[in-house]
């Protein structure tokens, strides 16, 4: 070994140093959040706090970008602290002091459910006395009976569904949910030995673990797969008898916990794959007022119409929102149905008892599970907006205010009354008559339409994995929400770059989550819509494919938004009906995209016809955004055009952005340098907000 050369030993030193920095660190943490907490306990404040929470993330997420820091890795890491410090307060409101605590679960040692109660129990800091039964009643008759205190079982997982098995427990004993947890189920697939997939001709997990990756058990030539009481049971199984053509599915805890080699990670048909636990006692827990805080709840309803909608209605009217409704068969009463809600509330809350009572007199039958600290909420959406500017809905000046810019201007033009037309007979459900408030999207965590501004940025073909991966990071450092990529290109001639399929996709998808943006990638074919769909989070169709019917109809068919480009050749009228074809089949989610058409003008790539934006917004409630790069084809123009835009009432931007613009595999004319990107995010973000979220009327 070279002198200069530093050896493995120093390094891994300096590394130990570092992660015990790192402990120290969160301790630190730890020791300002029970500050923050013993003033809160002097108020009557919530402990949870939406926006804080936001701005520590985006916070931290900035140092990251800074830095070169995977945002996925700071987002997932600091998630958890946030949540250590909600529960580390929780704990402090609750009196909570320690102790230990006897805990029953299904399965063997290292499965998921003894992994969840194990971070359950660290998070009340609490000991516990682990132990595994063999099936979910057992694990409940062990409280009931008096040898647990508690019982962590799953209730729902977000792939496979819920766990009926759990749900009729239930409703059967007299059990109360005192907590609920989560857990990120990482399936992997292990063996005694490393053999091929090929020679492996059984596989056991429990019948969940099999489900959740039935598509990577489907690409198993020889494998039968077999089901198994439990997870880690299948892993101790596999292990015991040495047999090296059986292999299990469970956590890779589970795997090194019983000697075996893991032959392939991420299995789950997901990535995002998360398991709820409910906690069961015998007797139902107080939960302090300032805790965010779910209850749950068995409801029968009567044989009237709209019963259930009544039901509902005391909840949703008394201002506690619904967070599951699942509806189970009524035992011994074929065709009825009991219903299971989760709702945001605390039987303490005097509101929420309320509203308990009111819920009693509308139904028949009620039966109150208990009111636990929440852990699995839906995580916050916002509206897109620009580095700098205040949030969605903020931007636009009061009514009466003096008209300062073009915005105010087009909202005195949009205030004017609109001249009675024909209504169009060729789309119904996009029109703006069949809905007067604009339609708003889901995009990750950001809304599409409404208020908010929505700039989806990135090269116009995915090239290769450093290409894709460096604009992901500078986009979204400069304010982009949506990271944009073409994997399947529909190029004029068939000898220019025609993308690069399905490993490009895999490259965008991996780009965007390491940068903590969703994706958008066009579609081209019946065939593909699938496929993309599980994959991308904006199925993208091309100009040239706005009336290729056939595909707008399977667009139309999956739960996935769609951005809709305008036809190069396409009047509005064509474009909305176009939008129609996919909204009729039940996908209500079309983002439309102006892009410019063909004129007899040829100065520019096409004519981008920015009118489109204000007769698109009186005529539909669908989102409308600019792609101003297509739209010009040349650079010099795609700032400007982006700005107006904006002004003119746009709910968002796509434009093309490459590190090395000239080298460009496709559309190298177009596509702005990073540094022109920059410019052009800072500039757009000192152009006043533009019109409000609500369409006339
Ligand atoms: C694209 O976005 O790269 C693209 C091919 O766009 P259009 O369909 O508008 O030409
Ligand atoms: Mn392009």
């Not at 998808?509 to 593909?528: K, N, S």
Request: charged share 20%; hydrophobic share 45%.
């Amino acid at each position: 070994m070279s002198e200069h050369q530093p050896d493995i030993y120093d390094l891994r030193q300096g590394l130990d140093e570092v992660d015990s920095g790192i402990v120290r660190l969160i301790a630190r943490r730890r020791d300002l959040i029970t500050a923050i907490a013993k003033v809160k306990e002097q108020g009557t404040s919530a402990i949870q706090d939406a926006d804080r929470e936001r701005g520590v993330l985006d916070g931290v997420m900035a140092v990251a970008s800074d830095l070169g820091v995977s945002a996925s890795l700071v987002r997932t890491i600091f998630r958890e602290l946030i949540s250590d410090s909600v529960a580390q307060q929780a704990r402090r409101l609750g009196g909570d002091s320690g102790g230990r605590a006897r805990v029953a679960f299904q399965g063997a040692e290292h499965a998921y459910s003894h992994a969840a109660a194990q971070k359950y129990l660290a998070g009340r800091e609490l000991d516990g006395d682990l132990t595994g039964h063999r099936t979910f009643r057992d694990a409940a008759d062990a409280v009931l009976a008096g040898d647990a205190d508690l019982a962590v079982l799953p209730i729902e997982n977000t792939t496979a569904g819920s766990i009926n098995e759990v749900y009729a427990l239930l409703r059967e004993r007299q059990l109360f949910i005192v907590g609920e947890e989560t857990w990120k189920v990482d399936h992997c697939l292990a063996a005694a030995q490393d053999v091929p997939l090929s020679s492996l001709s059984r596989i056991l997990s429990h019948p969940q673990g099999l489900e959740q990756c039935a598509q990577f058990l489907q690409s198993l030539p020889n494998a039968v797969p077999t089901t198994y009481f439990d997870t880690a049971g299948a892993m101790q199984a596999v292990a015991a008898a040495g047999d090296p053509t059986v292999a299990a599915i469970a956590s890779p805890e589970a795997a090194a916990g019983y000697g075996l080699v893991v032959l392939r990670h991420g299995i789950a048909d997901t990535e995002d794959n998360y398991t709820r636990f409910v906690v069961l006692s015998a007797s139902p827990a107080a939960v302090d007022r300032r805790i965010p805080c779910k209850t749950s709840l068995i409801l029968a309803t009567g044989h009237e119409e709209g019963d259930l909608l009544r039901c509902l209605e005391v909840l949703s009217g008394s201002g506690h929102s619904m967070t599951k409704l699942e509806s189970r068969p009524r035992p011994g009463r074929p065709w009825e149905y009991m219903f299971f809600v989760d709702f945001e509330g605390n039987t303490a809350d005097p509101r929420t008892a309320a509203a308990l009572d009111e819920l009693r007199a509308a139904a028949l039958f009620v039966k109150i599970l208990g009111s636990y600290p929440a852990k699995a909420l839906r995580a916050p959406v916002r509206h897109g907006g620009l580095p700098g500017q205040p949030p969605a809905g903020q931007a636009v000046p009061p009514a009466g205010s003096p008209a300062q810019d073009p915005a105010d201007m087009l909202e005195a033009v949009a205030a004017a009354p609109r001249p009675a037309a024909a209504r169009s007979r060729q789309y119904r459900l996009v029109d703006r008559a069949a809905r007067q408030a604009d339609t708003v999207i889901r995009v990750g965590d950001v809304l599409v339409g409404g208020g908010g501004f929505v700039v989806m940025a990135g090269p116009c073909s995915v090239e290769s994995a450093d290409q894709i991966t460096s604009c992901a990071r500078f986009v979204r450092e400069h304010g982009a929400h949506v990271l944009r990529g073409g994997v399947f290109k529909p190029r004029t001639s068939p000898y220019a770059f025609q993308g690069l399929g399905w490993q490009g996709l895999d490259l965008l998808v991996a780009a965007g989550r390491e940068a903590g943006l969703p994706v958008i990638t066009e579609v081209m074919a019946v065939d593909q819509v699938l496929r993309i769909a599980k994959a991308a989070d904006i199925l993208q169709v091309g100009t040239r494919n706005m009336q290729n019917f056939d595909l707008l109809r399977e667009l139309g068919k999956v739960d996935r938004p769609v951005l809709l480009k305008r036809g190069l050749s396409s009047t509005i009228e064509e474009w909305l009906a176009a939008a129609e074809y996919v909204v009729a089949q039940g996908n209500q989610q079309v983002i439309l995209c102006e892009r410019g058409i063909r004129t007899f003008e040829s100065a520019t790539r096409n004519t981008l016809d920015l009118s489109a934006v204000a007769v698109v917004r009186e005529r539909s409630h669908l989102p409308v955004i600019v792609d101003p790069s297509h739209g010009t084809g040349q650079r010099r123009y795609v700032a400007p055009m982006a700005w107006a835009a904006r002004a003119a009432g746009a709910h968002g931007l796509l434009i093309e952005v490459h590190p090395d613009p000239d080298q460009a595999l496709s559309d190298a004319d177009q596509s702005l340098s990073f540094d022109q990107f920059a410019a052009l995010m800072a500039r757009l973000a000192a152009v006043p907000g533009s019109v409000p979220a609500s369409g006339p009327g």
